[in-house]
């Protein structure tokens, strides 16, 4: 319970001001942009219709999620892995948001410069068009801070999404 109020402190101001709710109806509908590719390799967005979370972080993670999942249109290529999941998601008072994916993310991805930037660019513009408040992306897999996801982009540290 003191952990819990701790981090219901901490966090209240950063929610507040981003204009989401700390607590919400779950079932209420929410639309965002989901970024992935094109069929030529271009970034591409679709906009898709949510269940809302209770809070949101719990839209912060599904919308990362999101980024893997493919749709019945056919015409977008995931940047991210199919199937990653989100371990575990956390928004700090400096409006940074760590995201802790689960070892998909890594063990599944294709490589190389492009599919990299790719992935990052995918997560990033999906947070930053969803969530305008978020300034910084953190990354972890599997509790440890994402060095690189394939050995060719450093990932190390905050990437900046302003």
Known sequence: LVLALTAYMLFKNVLLKSGHSLIREKH????????????????AYETREFSGGSTLLDDIKTAVEETGVRTSKGNVVNAVPAGVKVRNIFLDDKNCVYIDFDKTLVSSHAGG?????????????????????????????EGKELQTIAGHINTAGKLNLK
């Open 113 to 141: 410069s492009k599919g990299e930037l790719d992935t990052l660019n995918c997560i990033k513009n999906t947070l930053t068009y969803n969530f305008r408040d978020i300034e910084f992306v953190k990354l972890l897999v």
């Open 28 to 43: 209420s509908k929410i639309q965002m942009r989901i970024y992935c590719l094109d069929a030529d390799g271009n970034t």
